[in-house]
């Protein structure tokens, strides 16, 4: 498969990255949702638990819009991921079994857009570096 615009083809790496991301993306907007509905059958810490749905909710919406995007080799939507995966992912790891495994599966997709594959990938997509090989400039 390759991407619409240059004919690149998409690097395993990357179509393993995107369809995990969309997992990563549908736990986010599940575990907020599971948040939200135990604010509402609990009393105490209601609030917190409300604000943690919404944020779960709105995180997962805006992994699946940027795991969107990497299929197109938008550079802007690898690095936004990668700030997500481990400003959300390094602090879940310490949350307790379920949500450490949240963690690892953002880990992991970070880590999938730096391998090698993905990294030729995104330097054959960036105007920049293409300008730069055929002026002959590093």
């Given amino acids: 498969m390759s991407t619409p615009k240059t004919g690149t083809p998409l690097p395993g ?12 993306a549908v736990v986010l907007i599940l575990a907020g ?15 917190g638990l409300l604000s ?16 969107l995007r990497l299929r197109r080799g938008k550079r802007s939507s ?7 995966g481990l400003i959300v992912g390094v602090p879940l790891l310490f949350r307790g079994p379920s ?3 949240l963690g690892l599966l953002l880990l992991f997709c970070s880590a999938l857009l730096w391998m090698p594959q993905s990294s030729r990938f ?10 730069r090989r055929l002026s002959g400039r590093r």
Avoid: C, H, N
């Fill in 33 to 47: 949702g599971s948040f939200l509905f135990t604010a509402q059958t609990q009393r105490q810490d209601s609030q």
């Fill in 99 to 101: 949500l450490m495994a």
């Fill in 52 to 67: 943690l749905g919404i944020l779960g909710i709105a995180l997962g919406l805006l992994t699946g819009f940027y795991a």
């Fill in 122 to 131: 995104y330097a054959l997509r960036d105007p920049v570096v293409r300008k």
């Fill in 78 to 84: 690898r690095e936004t991921l990668t700030t997500l």
């Fill in 13 to 24: 790496t990357m179509r393993i990255a995107s369809v995990a991301w969309l997992v990563a």
